[in-house]
């Protein structure tokens, strides 16, 4: 079982793999007070003001602070309805809002973040935020019986669909940042979220570094408009095989 230094190690093998311009964040769902480690940021009690979960993801990944958000803590209705912090609402406009699946209500008091380097705990789930080429060497990693658990969200809330299926099924998630993201959270365009489960992040770091040591895959391309470019031994012997002209 991977120990908190070894998923300390992950986060800093995912920044360097991939160029990651922010950190990826280590998910913990919290049942109790105690779950809180000493010196994360409890925004209403700590500092005076709310956020939404958006935000607190930001600051955890380019602040690079650990923040535990509380029911008290919250400004959006979408992570307090998701998370199972509140009961759904009976008025259909306001249940019509959540597009996604709940945790049960109760099981949870809030959620933790942190950046994956440096949290002092393990997580339940991490989410990387990445431009569409990094999300692409991601996807290109995964082992083809792995890429069938590859699911996809376009629709808020993007800080309930990268955390709530991901628990509950085990499955990775891709989403589309919400209009909150962008708005309030500073996320910039061409940004995406992969939402990967704890029991899955050790294979998928083994698996971007075995990408990373093959020098021709697409994580070392460099861009640039060039016919009769280097092909892969791949394309060579299919080429060769269907007589075309090939390298």
Known sequence: ???IKDYNRYGEELENILGLSTSPIAVK???SEADIPK???RPKKDRGYHLAQCQAFSLSRRDRIAVAMLKEDNWCPGA???YGLVQMPDDPAARAQNTGECFEYGKYIGILTA???KAAYEPDAVIIYCDTNQLRIILLSLKMEERKLVKSNFFPFSCSNSVVPVMLH???WINL???GEYARALT???EMMFSVPREKLPALVENLREFDRNESGFAHEQMMMQPDFHQPDLYKKVFEAWGMDHE
């Open 39 to 41: 010196g994360a940021v």
């Open 188 to 190: 910039i365009p061409g």
């Open 29 to 31: 769902m919290l049942e």
């Open 115 to 117: 950046p994956l380097k």
């Open 170 to 172: 085990g499955e990775y």
């Open 177 to 179: 940042p919400d209009p």
């Open 1 to 3: 079982m991977p120990t």
């Open 80 to 82: 307090v309805i998701s």
